[in-house]
């Protein structure tokens, strides 16, 4: 008996997930449309539809660190966090908001912090950056204006967001509930 049609497509996206979490973590791939692009392509799956969502991705990522570092993956998460809290007081009046891997917990040694701020902050933000001497290179993220800042251990990705989409439905932290999440794990 054969499973039904939603059934396999599920498990596809199930597999293509996992194997984009693999490509992550162990790869450094950061663009998820990229990772889970490859992943079908490896497993034979159509690219153009069906694909997992980044949550998804996201979600086999923690599973996955768990399953096989997760002291590794506590640590990582831990000290990427401490540096996004020291970033974020840097940049504290432009309120920015954590986003991505780090806010969700599904980190590697190769993500990056990711910070949403205002749209209407950018030229503000940009003399900020100039004004500091801190290095950075504008950049085009899906039609977005975004800052790579280059910073030690690792990179900041700061994107311009409309005031609006800074509260969808992706994980976003505030340097106040941050700061209350690392006083927590650090009890």
């Known amino acids: 008996m054969t499973a039904p049609r939603s059934g396999r497509a599920a498990q596809a996206r199930a597999q293509v997930a996992e194997l984009a979490a693999r490509l992550m973590a162990e790869h450094g791939q950061r663009d998820y449309a990229a990772a889970k692009r490859k992943a079908a392509r490896q497993l034979g799956f159509p690219e153009a539809r069906g694909l997992p969502s980044n949550e998804e991705v996201d979600a086999a990522l923690i599973e996955r660190q768990a399953l096989f570092e997760p002291e590794e993956q506590a640590a990582v998460l831990a000290r990427l966090r401490r540096q996004a809290m020291e970033v974020m ?50 950049q085009d993220r899906a039609g977005s204006m975004a800052y790579l800042i280059y910073a030690e251990p690792v ?26 999440l690392l006083a927590n794990a650090g009890s």
């Open 89 to 138: 007081r840097v940049f504290e009046r432009f309120r920015p908001m954590l986003t991505g891997g780090v806010a969700s917990g599904s980190v590697s040694e190769h993500s990056l912090i990711e910070l949403d701020i205002a749209q209407d902050d950018s030229k503000d933000f940009e003399q900020f950056l100039v004004n500091h001497e801190i290095a950075y290179k504008v």
């Open 155 to 180: 990179d900041i990705l700061v994107r311009m967001v409309l005031q609006d989409a800074r509260h969808g439905h992706a994980p976003h932290l505030s340097l106040d509930r941050l700061n209350k």
